[in-house]
């Protein structure tokens, strides 16, 4: 579903991608994991065009995101993404948060879009808080309502930056459980979290990055067991222990 | 002390004798109120686009925007208005010239009024909506682009929504600082408010009067203004959203 | 373009464009900066102090300058300072004063208020604990301010002090409306007599041009200085 192809990125100077090829299959669900600055983040920002990159190629559902021909708009649509400061519109209540793209890109009717928007908020727990305004959620609540809204639009997969990262601990859960149940109906996912449990969880895969290079991308069991490099084997000893 | 106090001079007739000098005074206040009101809706629709611009970072267009604010905040707004009245319909080709020069007073002073003053805002309005748009966390536009709107469409449904409730206080002083600088106008002739209290002045020599006339017109203006936005900003605001840090600005 | 313009009137009337024009305008947003930023610093003052009643007349002193069109406080100011220096000296006249003077005290009034809230702006960045740490040493009110905060405000503060100052530069051409010679009234005089409207208008339009613009390049470089000092 998802190919990247010896991806390399600069800015200016800087190199923040280095050569990374990896892929993430139908329904399968990979951790991106790292140190700060391990360029995770920039990594799926790639996968659906919302970071440039110079050299390589990237694939999603067979069209290549780089090429310069490519409908960047429609193909983010099929692309969900949820950021780690939840980035809700402000100015929109709830509702209207997930009717936007709904009815301005995919043409639905504001009814269908309502309904939509209205089953997805239920299933996320949160149908209640329709008619509110983000600023007056609480933090799970928005990253919750930011997963639905990119539910809304039907995607065929899920990119999460760093979803839980900003959250206050005791909110972490309620997050988590809404991505653990959308891994369970079989969601392709592709996740940056330093959540280690959520990780052992659910993933298929781990894809563990040091800068700017996949260190190691393995499976899941293998990962946690016995990971090869001493980079992954020190990063996992310092996550693990508290 | 040697000065006539007499505020009854209000209620007498002005010489032209078409109502009392109060009523000629109201007559100033309303071409005042107009050339701001036309100036500011110039200066709203150009400042909105180069501003949005500004922030595209095309490196062509920023220059030109840049170009285009610097020549209208380097030059005194006196001078412009002068460029405007005496000097554009001189380098206009023939006809349109001619035709610039023959539009009969108060609108040879209106046009060039309004036109100097909507483009001298403007540029007030591009640097708020530019520092607005800038004032966003990234993500905002990142997560419009995310959910598959284009550039435009993130642009129209997330980012200048915002940036309205945002920038609606400074853009408030900017429209109070419209209706000071109509005052201008009188250089070329058009008879505001301004204008004609210093017109009062001339023909009743009640000074004091006639400049206290226009100094509590002015205030009273300003206060309904500031009033009215008040209104606007409670209606308009996003629940739960606690408005931006404003920054000390020079300038009036 | 082209066809009738004579651009050989600036040349010949550049030196008196220059030695009574822009020096009347340039002495004119010197004095009136010196005295706006002085009088605008204790209106500051004023207006931070714990006394009510100098709060309330420093903010309605502000408030209602900010409120007025320049040319109405041009106007007032040169109606009204001949009779307040009649009465002053206690004449039955109004004294006669000279359209600089009037025009001094006007500039430097009105820009007061605007100084005044860059300077209130200024000092109100001052951490809290620095006038703290001045008492603690011993210092009185007048001391620590004197030496520690309104320094570090005028520092801070310099750039929009200066960018204030060019736009006074630019608001000094409203003399023209007392029929003052600044560099624009010359420009015009020069203009009407000649009858070159284009030649002179342009030509002040782009003098003023050249030094607020590499007046502004130069702040805007100090800008950047000033905030990686921070």
Known sequence: ?242 | ?252 | MGGGFDFDVIERSWVYLFREGMSFTVTLTLLATMGGIVLGTLLALMRLSSYRTLNLIAGTYVNTMRSLPLVLVIFWFFFLVPYIGGWLVGSNQPMKVGAFASALITFTMFEAAFFCEIMRAGIQSIPKDQMAAGYALGLNYRQTMATIILPQAFRNMLPVLLTQTIILFQDTSLVYVISSTDFLGAAVKVANRDHRLVEMYTFAALIYFIICFTASLYVRRLQARISIIR
């Open chain 1, 1 to 242: 579903m998802i190919e990247f192809k010896n991806v390399s990125k600069w800015y200016g100077a800087f190199q923040v991608l280095d050569d990374c090829s990896t892929r993430v299959s139908k329904g399968e669900v990979v951790v991106v994991c790292g140190p700060s600055g391990s360029g995770k983040s920039t990594l799926i920002k790639c996968a659906n065009g919302l970071e440039p990159f110079q050299k390589g190629e990237l694939f999603f559902n067979g069209i290549s995101v780089g090429d310069s021909k490519t409908n960047l708009p429609k193909l983010r649509a099929q692309i969900g993404m949820v950021f780690q400061h939840f980035e809700l519109f402000p100015h929109l209540s709830v509702i209207e948060n997930l009717t936007l793209g709904q009815m301005k890109v995919l043409g639905r009717s504001p009814d269908e879009a309502e309904k939509k928007a209205l089953q997805l908020l239920d299933r996320v727990g949160l149908s209640v808080q329709a008619k509110k305004f983000p600023g007056q959620l609480s933090g799970g609540q928005q990253q919750r309502v930011a997963i639905a809204r990119a539910l809304c639009m039907d995607p065929m997969a899920m990119l999460f930056d760093e979803p839980t990262s900003a959250l206050d601990p005791e909110m972490v859960n309620e997050v988590l459980d809404v991505m653990v149940a959308l891994a369970g109906d079989g969601m392709t996912m592709m996740v940056v979290t330093h959540e280690m449990g959520f990780a052992r969880k659910v993933s298929d895969r781990v894809i563990f990055m040091d800068s700017g290079k996949i260190v190691e991308d393995c499976n899941t069991d293998e990962f946690f067991g016995a990971p090869r490099s001493p980079r992954a084997q020190e990063f996992l000893s310092k996550i693990l222990s508290h």
């Open chain 2, 1 to 252: 002390m040697n000065y006539n106090w007499n505020w009854g001079i209000f209620f007498e007739l002005e010489p032209g004798a078409s109502g009392s000098y109060l009523d000629y005074l109201i007559g100033g206040l309303g071409w005042t109120v107009v050339t701001a009101v036309f100036a500011w809706m110039l200066a709203l629709v150009l400042g909105l686009v180069v501003g949005t611009l500004r922030t595209t970072g095309h490196k062509g267009i920023e220059r030109i925007c840049f170009a285009y604010t610097e020549l209208f905040r380097n030059i005194p707004l006196l001078v412009q208005m002068f460029l405007w009245y005496f000097v554009l319909p001189e380098l206009l080709p023939q006809q349109l010239g001619d035709a610039m020069k023959a539009m009969t007073p108060p609108w040879g002073s209106l046009v060039p009024a309004v036109l100097c003053l909507g483009l001298f805002m403007s540029v007030r309005v591009a640097e708020q909506v530019r520092s607005g748009i800038q004032s966003l966390p990234r993500g905002q536009q990142l997560a419009g682009l995310a959910v598959g709107l284009t550039r435009t469409q993130t642009y129209r449904y997330v980012l200048l929504p915002m940036v309205f409730r945002i920038i609606l206080p400074p853009l408030t002083s900017e429209f109070l600082n419209t209706i000071k600088n109509t005052s201008l106008a009188l250089t070329i002739g058009l008879m505001e408010l301004t204008a004609r209290a210093r017109a009062m002045q001339e023909f009743s020599f009640q000074v004091f009067e006639a400049f206290a006339a226009a100094t509590v017109i002015y205030l009273l203006l300003n206060l309904l203004v500031v009033l009215a936005m008040r209104k606007l900003e409670q209606r308009i605001r996003v629940p739960g959203f606690i408005g931006s840090q404003q920054q000390t600005v020079a300038g009036h």
